[in-house]
C-alpha cells in the first residue's frame, strides 16, 4: 500500500532564516506531488504541483520554491523566511492519468515565523 | 478561479440534515469531497467523474451537476464525528492542477 512521509511536523522559525520541509512517498511509482499552504483557519492555497522529476509548476508567486530530485520526493524551500509564510503545509500525492487524481495529504508540517 | 464553497460555516444539532454546495465559474471535469478535521490532514470522501453522477458513503452523498458547473454534499442525519471543515477541489487547466473551495465549517452539538 502508498504511504506518504512529511517532515518535521512542527517547526519555528525566525523571520530570515531558510526553510526546507520533505515529502517522500511509498508503494507507488511516478506520482503526482503537491505542496499545499492553509493559513489559520483557510483554504487550501495550492503552491507547487509536479508530474515528473524536475517537472515543478509554481502556482504562487512567493519566496518559495520546490525541488523534485527523485520520483518520490519533494522539498519545499525558501531562503529567507516571511511571517507571511506561517501556516500549515500540506504535501499530497495522487496517480497519475485522467480526472480522477485523488489526493492523499501528508500529514502536515506546521511551520511558525517570528 | 477557485470553486465557491456555500454556506462558509453551519451548526447543526446531532441528527440533522445538511447541504454544502460548490459552484465554479468554469467547467468541471471531475469534482473531489474532502474532510478535515482540525489540525489533521484533508482526508478524501469520494469523487464525482461524470455529469449527473451521484456517490453516497454512509449517510453522507454527493451529486454532479455538470450542466450548472456545480456540486452539493449531502450530509444525512449528522452524527458528532462529521464534524470538520469540507472541501471540494477540483482540477483548473489540466488534469494535474487540483484547486480547492475555501471550505464549509461543519460543526454539529449534542
Known amino acids: 500500500s502508498q504511504t506518504i512521509h512529511q517532515w518535521p511536523a512542527t517547526l519555528v522559525q525566525p523571520v530570515g532564516s531558510p526553510l526546507s520541509l520533505e515529502c517522500t512517498v511509498e508503494?507507488?511509482?511516478?506520482?503526482?506531488l503537491y505542496w499545499y499552504r492553509q493559513a489559520a483557519g483557510r483554504g487550501l492555497q495550492l503552491l507547487f504541483y509536479?508530474?515528473?522529476?524536475?517537472?515543478i509548476s509554481s502556482e504562487v508567486p512567493q519566496n518559495l520554491s520546490a525541488s523534485r530530485p527523485q520520483d518520490r520526493q519533494f522539498i519545499l524551500s525558501s531562503k529567507k523566511l516571511l511571517l507571511s509564510d506561517s501556516g500549515f503545509y500540506l504535501c499530497?500525492?495522487?496517480?497519475?492519468?485522467?480526472?480522477?487524481?485523488?489526493?492523499?495529504f501528508g500529514a502536515g508540517s506546521r511551520l511558525t515565523v517570528l | 478561479q477557485q470553486p465557491v464553497q456555500s454556506p462558509q460555516a453551519v451548526i447543526l444539532r446531532e441528527g440533522e440534515d445538511a447541504v454544502i454546495n460548490c459552484s465554479s465559474s468554469?467547467?468541471?471535469?471531475?469534482v473531489h469531497w474532502y474532510r478535515q478535521k482540525h489540525g489533521e490532514a484533508p482526508v478524501f470522501l469520494m469523487i464525482?467523474?461524470?455529469?449527473?453522477e451521484q456517490k453516497g458513503h454512509d449517510k453522507i452523498s454527493a451529486s454532479f451537476n455538470e450542466k450548472k458547473q456545480q456540486s452539493s454534499l449531502y450530509l444525512t442525519a449528522s452524527q458528532l464525528s462529521y464534524s470538520g471543515t469540507y472541501f471540494c477541489?477540483?482540477?483548473?487547466?489540466?488534469?494535474?492542477?487540483?484547486?480547492f473551495g475555501s471550505g464549509t465549517r461543519l460543526s454539529i452539538r449534542p
Open positions: 509536479s508530474v515528473g522529476i524536475g517537472q
Open positions: 508503494g507507488t511509482s511516478n506520482p503526482n
Open positions: 464525482l467523474l461524470k455529469g449527473g
Open positions: 477541489g477540483t482540477p483548473y487547466s489540466s488534469a494535474s492542477k487540483i484547486i
Open positions: 468554469k467547467a468541471l471535469y471531475s
Open positions: 499530497a500525492w495522487s496517480p497519475t492519468g485522467g480526472w480522477a487524481n485523488v489526493l492523499t
